[in-house]
């Protein structure tokens, strides 16, 4: 339901959906993003590989960034393109973290492109997701893909051992936590994808769709979107015979 929920809030927005491919090649997952041999996240102590030709050339993919790569490839600006699906990272089950899970990315390739027009979207994205009274903030960060780069954080506070957004944070009790990362593209991965960077500027997101769906509906535990237990559903409010029929959702697959 958080997924058809996104899709149809930037469908609203003028997105198309793009799909990709969940075992990738290291020049889309890595290469073409600006991740240089020898960083951190190529170690398969972070990524999972695939025994498939040249020994660590094929790996489940670590984030839905390369669609980003694929789109550019194959598409003439002006894109305005969302990237949701299933990732994978070597990390160990707790309540925060999952080997599997799921990332919702965007990405916009027009002439003209502000860091104004990151900072619009992602307001308008969040306050349309989370609604009510919330604060959000942009803090300097640091990606590979993104230059400058920025952490959008919201205000939330604590009600019966769950984070539930709303409120400021640094006041009455709030504080700040990291929703997600962003950025403008970095000249170099706009180059990679066969683009000129001279004529054309662009900014990108990322965010986890069941970190939004945990802040969403009051949840404090990962695991359990992978139970498979309908009393979860009623617990949440939802029944297990319930078809969520968001509109746009499929109409914009196609």
Known sequence: QTWERLEDLFVGMGYTVAEGPEIEDEWHNFGALNFPPGHPARDMYDTLYVDYGDPLSTLL??????????????????????????????????????????????????????????????EAFTRAYFGGDFTSRLRPSYFPFTEPSVEVDVGYSNEGGRRVVGGHGDADGHAWMELLGSGMVNPRVIEAAGL??????????????????????????????????????????????????????????A
């Open 61 to 122: 993919r670590t984030h839905t960034s390369p669609v980003q790569i694929r789109v550019m490839e194959t598409e003439e600006p002006p894109i305005y393109s969302i990237m949701p699906g299933r990732v994978f990272r070597s990390d160990t089950a707790d309540s925060t973290h999952m080997p599997v899970f799921h990332q919702l990315e965007g990405l916009v390739v027009d002439r003209g492109i502000t860091f104004g027009d990151l900072a619009g979207t992602l």
């Open 196 to 253: 000129d960077p001279d004529e054309y500027q662009g900014f990108a997101f990322g965010c986890g769709i069941d970190r939004l769906a945990m802040l969403k509906y009051g949840m404090n535990d990962l695991r359990a979107f992978f139970d498979g237990d309908a009393r979860w559903l009623s617990h949440y409010g939802f029944s297990p015979f319930d078809q969520p029929t968001l509109s746009g959702g499929v109409g914009a697959r």
